[in-house]
């Protein structure tokens, strides 16, 4: 019943800044860990960041230290805030969410730990 959708993405020059939004529907969105990942064509989907239902975060060596995921239970909003983006950053950027039950802190890289699924957004970095 957890229904996700992206927004955000864009164009934007390499050295710029977007910020990914990822509204969720539910009750019960504070219970849920929050993942974002990204696929570019010819590529298999990749982890990027997540967070979980206390607020720890977890990110790909690719992008720590640029990207930041953080969340606001009142919104039911997960966010992705993407700093110094480089070119290979361009792909689609998917959000994901998986409720109470699952073990979290060794698999929030996996993509079969998400039940849910948004259909994505376009980030495209430019040289």
């Known amino acids: 019943q957890v229904q996700l959708v992206e927004s955000g993405g864009g164009l934007v020059q390499a050295g710029g800044s977007l910020r990914l939004s990822c509204a969720a529907s539910?009750?019960?969105?504070?219970?849920?860990?929050m993942g974002w990942f990204r696929q570019a064509p010819g590529k298999e989907r990749e982890f990027v960041a997540a967070i979980s239902w206390s607020r720890t975060t977890y990110y790909a060596d690719s992008v720590k230290g640029r990207f930041t995921i953080s969340r606001d239970n009142a919104k039911n909003t997960v966010y992705l805030t993407m700093n110094s983006l480089k070119p290979e950053d361009t792909a689609v950027y998917y959000c994901?969410?998986?409720?109470?039950?699952?073990?979290?802190?060794?698999?929030?890289?996996?993509?079969?730990?998400?039940?849910?699924w948004g259909q994505g957004t376009q980030v495209t970095v430019s040289s």
């Open positions: 994901a969410a998986t409720p109470p039950g699952s073990d979290y802190s060794g698999t929030y890289y996996y993509t079969y730990v998400y039940q849910y």
């Open positions: 539910g009750r019960s969105f504070s219970s849920y860990a």
